[in-house]
């Protein structure tokens, strides 16, 4: 009999894998038996977190995707349907943050578009394509990666917050649509975790505060969490273990 965190015989589709949080997922899903397919812009980043997959005797694909191109994420459904005829979870890591610290008056309106697209219109487009191979497979899980940011407090980042607060409730209302399919909806919401964005911020601030780059890399490495550690969350929550799991899962 299987371990309940064991994701043998489980296709598990991971936007954003090409870094940080979504990596780190793509690996640990990998290590415990699922076949993951990895989307991300990051064609580089994706490509090597493939190959390193395979090379450690997992399966996994990169599919370059833009999150925001319902055409895209359409073809990426397509390519697991073709591949694999089946889809069990999805992770909605795919994220961007930009114009940390500018204000209202400073903050471009295209990248503010450009932040709630990939961070919101992503996870929905995903949700559209990917419902009726998740409801089929019987055991579907849909994971939207949202943040403490926009739910629980602010941002630097207007747009990141604002598109934070749209992934939760976006996650919220999808639950009301696909739990009477059969399709479990959670949401994560990450706290302060080293990633090069979270750190591209912190330096950001250092800079404007004239503060050594130094100093946020250290601090990150005293107080922030790793993405392998939220990526456990991730695969416990995507596992059989979790079923009666509802809602949100705050980690660190």
């Known amino acids: 009999m299987s371990h309940p965190l064991d994701l043998t015989g489980n296709v598990v589709l991971i936007t954003g894998g090409a870094q940080g949080i979504g990596q780190a997922t793509a690996q640990l899903c990998a290590e415990r038996g699922a076949a993951v397919v990895i989307a991300d812009y990051n064609q580089t980043g994706g490509e ?11 399966q996994a694909d990169f599919v370059q995707t833009d999150v925001r191109r319902p055409e895209q994420v359409e073809a990426l459904v397509n390519f697991i349907r073709q591949k694999h005829g089946k889809l069990n979870k999805v992770v909605c890591a795919a994220g ?3 114009g940390p610290w500018l204000t209202p008056e ?12 990939v961070n919101v219109v992503g996870p ?9 191979l ?10 939207v990666i949202a943040s403490g940011a926009g739910v629980f407090g602010g941002s630097s980042s207007l747009a990141y917050g604002s598109s934070k607060g749209g992934a939760n409730g976006l996650g919220l209302t999808l639950e009301q649509h696909l739990g009477p399919r059969g399709i479990r909806v959670n ?19 250092a800079r404007k505060e004239g503060r050594p780059e130094q100093e946020a890399h250290d601090y990150a490495q005293a107080h922030y969490g790793l993405p392998p550690g939220v990526a456990k969350v991730i695969a416990f929550v995507i596992s059989e273990e979790a079923d009666y799991l509802r809602g949100g899962v705050r980690t660190r």
């Not at 400073?106 to 697209?117: I, S, W």
């Not at 949401?187 to 601030?205: F, Q, R």
């Open 48 to 58: 090597q977190t493939a190959a390193d997959i395979r090379a450690s005797g997992g």
């Open 96 to 98: 961007i943050l930009l």
């Open 106 to 117: 400073e903050f471009p309106v295209e990248d503010f578009e450009k932040v709630l697209d």
């Open 124 to 132: 929905f487009l995903c949700a559209k394509y990917a419902t009726p």
């Open 134 to 143: 998740l409801e089929a497979a019987g055991n579907g899980v849909f994971v």
């Open 187 to 205: 949401v994560i919401y990450p706290g302060n975790i080293i990633t090069d964005m979270k750190l591209s911020v912190d330096i950001e601030a």
